[in-house]
């Protein structure tokens, strides 16, 4: 069940709309918890973060994430600007589950693919679609490597962050949009 608080304080329940008042001693509870990880936590996690993804690849392999065939139907505006031809950047691509249906759906495209996990890019590369012809697939982490390195600049027609953002520290999203948007 979800649950939404008012401003009042009050909870909402999403399925049968019945509210229960907050005591103060929650609601102070409720306002004053900002912190759900410690700092040695935060530090511990965001240290081992490409060690925990490529543990994660590990386990699932290619079997986690299902192939999105449902970008072009779901966002129009994105398949109308993939055009003719056109050159994508993927970030955060994992094994490969929005490139490789779009490339199979329209042959002029070309991708550039990267993401944290070495382990996934071997994954991407491995696939029987990719192709060096249309692919580059390559291990970045957007907050410290220039993805110019690897892409031209200015060479991108569309990008993609799927997920991307929400695994990012907050003090380094400016930088790793900054990083994108060149």
Known sequence: ???????????????????????????????????????????????????????????NTTKFF??????????????????????????????????????????KLIFYACDFSPRAVDFVKSHPLYSADRCTAFQCDITKDQLTDTVPEASVDVATLIFVLSAVHPEKMAEAVSNVAK
């Open 1 to 59: 069940m979800l649950l939404k608080m008012e401003e009042s304080g009050r909870m909402m329940s999403d399925h049968d709309h019945e509210a229960r008042e907050l005591t103060e001693k929650e609601l102070t509870k409720l306002l004053a918890d900002v912190n759900l990880v410690s700092e040695f936590k935060q530090n511990k996690l965001e240290i081992e973060a490409q060690k925990n993804w490529d543990l994660f690849y590990k386990r």
């Open 66 to 107: 299902k192939d999105r065939h449902w970008t072009k139907r779901e966002f129009e505006e994105f398949s109308d600007s993939l055009g003719d031809c056109c050159t994508v950047l993927e970030v955060g691509c994992g094994v490969g589950n929005f490139m490789f249906p779009l490339l199979e759906e329209n042959p």
